[in-house]
C-alpha cells in the first residue's frame, strides 16, 4: 500500500511516493528571449519556441517551462512584470501562447509558466497607482512604503541590499516636486517588492494563478519562492558574502549556534502559508499541475519544506548545482537530497545550468570559486579552459541524468554551450552589471541566443543576422544541425540518455551506492543500470558490463578522468 501523510493543520491525506509526472520528468527551460526568433527582430518569440517543440520533442524531455514572456518593460529580462496576464508584444500574444500550449501537448509536451510574485514592474499599473496615491493610502499598502531615516527621511528606511547591487530602497518624488517615501525592491529599483502582508495583494494572485490554470497551463516556476514575506519591522541586516539570490553555499541556518542569522528577507516563515494556499487552488484542477520552487536557501532539508505534501511539488537543488565536480562531494549532495526531499515524500530535482549562473560547460572548469550572480568576463582572471569544461559537462550531465527524480535542463546545454565571456560591454543588459559599476559581470553570458543552424545568419536563431547578444562564430560548430546524427555529439549524448532514462525507469529508482572505488568514482546502480562517473584526472579500468552509454571516449577499455558511463548491470 502507497505510504501516506496526515497533514493535521489542514486535516487532508497525501500519497508520500507516486507515479505523476513531475516525480520523473525531465524539464527543459526555455528563455523566450534567446531560444527562437520567428520574426527576426533579434528577440526570440513564442512563434519561434513553437516552432521549434519538434526538435524538443525529438531530444525527449517530458516538459517546458517557459521563462517570462508577459508584457515588461525588460529591465530584468522578463523578471519585472507589468501585466501579469498578458504576452509582451516582443514575444507575441496570447494567440501565440494558446498555439504553443496546443503544440506542445499535442507532442506530449507540458508546459510550465514562470510566476514571480516577489515583486512586479514599477510600470505596473498597481505600482503607477500607488505612486499617485499619498502615504498612508490603500494603493501604497500594496507595496513596502516607508518613510525615510535621518532628520528630513534622507536617509532608507533600513540597510538592506539590492541582490543586483546598491540599495533595497528608492526615494520617490512627491506629486508637488518634493522628496516622498521610500520603497523596498530586493532586485532593481524598477521591481517593487510587494506586501504579501496584505490580503489584497494574495487575492490577485489567486486570479494570475487561475488565469494559467483555466488556459491549460501545466504548472508554475516561483520566482523567488524564498522571498516574499519580511519580517516584521524590517530589521537592519548584513549579509555575509555569498551568492546573489542568497545563495545555497551560504549557510542560511538561523538555528545553528554559530551560523549566520537568517536574513530578515529569505525564508521567513510566512512564505508557506502562501504555499499551502495555492496548492488547494492547483489541487482543484485536473492533470497533477505542479509548483516549482526557485528558493536559495540552506541546507537541503531547510529547501524541502517548500515541498511538504501541501505545499509546492518540486523545489530547484541548487545546492546540487553549486557542488564541485569532485566524488566525495557528489556523493554527499545525492544522499543529502535523496534524504532531505525523500522525508517529505517529494522527488528531488537536479539541475546543472539556467539563467542565472555560469554555463555548466565553463563553470565546472573554474579554478577559483564564483558567486551566483556576478558571471565571468573578459578580465575574469584564469578563464576555464574550453575543452575541459565540455568533457566535464557531458560527464556532469551523464552522471545527472542517471538519478532518480526530476531534472532540469538549461535550453543549449544540450548542444555543450559554454558562457559567452567575451561580449562587449556595450551589449550588456543585465542590471547586475550596471548596478555594480562592471563590477560583476552578471548573467547575459549564458543568455546568448541558440545557434540552430551553422550556416544560417544568426545560426539560425532567426530568419535574419539580428540577435540581441553577438552569438560567438565558434558556435557554428554546436549548431543543432550540425550535432544532430554525429556519433559521439553532445546533443547524441543527451538523446541517448533521455532514450535510456526512460526505458530504464531511472526517474523512479534508486542509487544504491558501489564500494571498493577510488575516492573520486562515484558508482552506483540504479536498477539495472551501473553508472560510474571518473571526476579526477587518471583513467581507470573499464568496470565491466555492457555498455550502454559514454560521456567520451574509452580508449583501452579505460575509464578516463572526467568521463561517466552507464553499463547493464
Ligand atoms: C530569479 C530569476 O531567476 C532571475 O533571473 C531574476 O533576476 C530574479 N529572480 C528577480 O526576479
Known sequence: ?????????????????????????????????????????????????TSRLPALKSLGIDAIWLSPFYTSPQHDAGYDVADYCDVDPRFGTLTDFDILQRTAHDLGIRVIVDLVPNHSSSDHPWFQAALASPAGSDDRAHYIFRDGTGENGELPPNN????????????????????????????????????????????????VLRFWLDRGADGFRVDVAHGMIKETGLPDYTPVE??????????????????????????QDGVHEIYRDWRLILDEYPGDRILAAEAWVDPLSHVAEWVRPDEMHQAFNFAYLETPWSGPTLRRVIDDSLAAFGAVGAPSTWVLSNHDVVRHASRLAL????????????????????????????????????????????????LGLPEVVHLPDSAREDPTWFRTNGERYGRDGCRVPLPWEAASPSYGFGPSAASWLPQPEEWAGLARDAQAGVAGSTL?????????????????GSVEWLHGHADEIVAFTNGAVTVVANTGAASVPLPAGELLLASGPLPGNTLPGDTTVWLRA
Not at 500500500?1 to 524539464?27: D, N, S, Y
Not at 555569498?242 to 525564508?267: H, K, N
Not at 556532469?396 to 546545454?413: D, I, K, N, T, V
Open 242 to 267: 555569498g551568492g546573489s539570490m542568497g545563495g545555497a553555499t551560504v549557510p542560511d541556518l538561523g538555528s545553528i549556534p554559530g551560523a549566520a542569522p537568517t536574513a530578515p528577507y529569505w525564508a
Open 160 to 207: 538592506w541590499d539590492s541582490v543586483f547591487g546598491g540599495k533595497a530602497w528608492t526615494r520617490i518624488q512627491n506629486a508637488d516636486g518634493t522628496p516622498g517615501q521610500w520603497y523596498l525592491h530586493l532586485f532593481d529599483t524598477t521591481q517593487p517588492d510587494f506586501d504579501w502582508d496584505n490580503p489584497w495583494v494574495r487575492e490577485q494572485f489567486r486570479d
Open 367 to 414: 579554478n577559483h570559486e564564483n558567486l551566483q550572480g556576478h558571471g565571468i568576463g573578459p578580465n575574469t582572471p584564469d578563464l576555464p579552459d574550453a575543452v575541459i569544461g565540455l568533457q566535464r559537462a557531458r560527464a556532469a550531465s551523464a552522471l545527472m541524468l542517471a538519478l532518480p527524480g526530476s531534472s532540469y535542463l538549461y535550453q543549449g546545454e544540450e
Open 492 to 508: 547524441e549524448l543527451y538523446t541517448l540518455a533521455l532514450r535510456l532514462r526512460r526505458e530504464h525507469a531511472l526517474g523512479l
Open 1 to 49: 500500500m502507497q505510504p501516506l501523510a496526515h497533514c493535521e493543520e489542514c486535516r487532508r491525506v497525501f500519497p508520500m511516493t507516486g507515479t505523476e509526472w513531475w516525480r520523473t520528468a525531465v524539464i527543459y527551460q526555455i528563455y523566450p528571449r534567446s531560444f527562437a526568433d520567428a520574426n527576426g527582430d533579434g528577440m526570440g518569440d513564442l512563434a519561434g519556441v
